[in-house]
């Protein structure tokens, strides 16, 4: 028997011998993860002695991580803004860069009229509708769904595993107002949604088939090639959710999509060569990249 300080000991020393860059970190993250104590409590918690079930499972966790398996699949959790979600293999880990596109998508939901606050300010009854597409674990809509609170959320995914996902953290999360469905961008939503959504935001696979190769290896042995890939230039997915929201955009409304940080000036061209758009701008995101995709529809 081990004390949980010293079993976190062992494991950055493994970590670190495994070739893991920041092993104190991950360390923290894995025992914490494995006791159930949060880092507020750990100080009362890490002299306590570790269960033999309990050292086997940080065991099996630790050797996953420096197989090279990325920690969040390995947790089995992450956490994006102010919700915690699962993950695994079947979807993209939450990144900081999407927290951003939720954040300009709030403020695009504020330009258009759309109330953001909490649930409990305002009338819980749906008076408008916003979809997620491309949803993967769910993370964007679950965080419109908790923002908005007088609309329904569409959560789309072509991928049935990932809606598993996505329903598992809706239901996790007390989403009342959410709604997964299945199939290709728009073409999962219900036709008589055309012409009335307010704000369509999307987390597209915008890497190119090239560039694919030249990933971080843990991104590209184990996240989905679909979600990651878009085609041979990358921009594939976006083009097509660039040409189809017109057609689901009520007047004035918006879509906000997040994109590649060399891709502005390409999506920007697509943008107004489609003609469908008042304003098609790009974007920073917190570190000084470009990285978000607003277009706005005739009023």
């Known amino acids: 028997m081990v004390s949980w300080a010293r079993l976190r000991a062992s494991i950055v020393v493994e970590l670190r011998e495994g070739g ?23 100080l009362a918690s890490e002299a306590a ?21 990325p920690l969040q699949y390995v947790l089995g959790e992450w956490a994006f ?27 695009e939901a504020k330009r258009i009229g ?12 749906p008076v408008g509708h916003v979809a997620d597409l491309g949803t993967g674990s769910g993370v964007i809509a679950i965080a419109l ?7 329904t ?18 239901t996790g999360n007390a989403c009342r107002r959410l709604r997964t469905m299945q199939g290709s961008w728009f073409e999962a939503l219900p036709p008589e949604l055309r012409g009335t959504l307010s704000l369509v ?27 990651l890939v878009s085609g041979p230039t990358g921009t594939e997915a976006i083009a097509h959710l660039i040409a189809e929201a017109p057609a689901w955009l009520r007047p004035g409304a918006a879509m906000v999509c997040e994109i590649g940080e060399t891709q502005s000036a390409e999506v920007l061209d697509i943008a107004a060569t ?21 277009v706005r529809v005739y009023p």
């Open 20 to 42: 893991i860059s920041a092993p104190e970190i991950e360390a923290r993250w894995l025992t914490e993860h494995v006791s159930g104590a949060t880092a507020t409590d750990w």
């Open 49 to 69: 002695l570790v269960p033999t079930r309990l050292q086997q499972r940080a065991a099996r966790l630790v050797a996953r991580r420096i197989a090279g398996e």
């Open 81 to 107: 803004r102010d919700i915690d979600v699962a993950v695994d293999a079947r979807v993209l880990i939450p990144r900081p860069e999407t927290e951003w596109v939720v954040e300009i998508a709030l403020q």
């Open 114 to 125: 759309l109330r953001v606050g909490k649930p409990d300010e305002f009338s819980a009854v």
């Open 145 to 151: 769904e908790r923002a908005l609170p007088e609309v």
């Open 153 to 170: 959320v569409w959560a789309c995914d072509v991928s049935s595993g990932a809606l598993e996902v996505a329903r598992h953290n809706a």
């Open 201 to 227: 935001v999307s987390n597209p696979p915008y890497i190119a088939e090239p560039e694919f190769h030249v990933l971080p290896s843990e991104v590209r042995s184990h996240e989905p090639y679909s979600a």
């Open 274 to 294: 489609s003609g469908c758009y008042t304003t098609a701008e790009v974007r920073d995101d917190l570190t000084g990249r470009p990285r978000v995709l607003v």
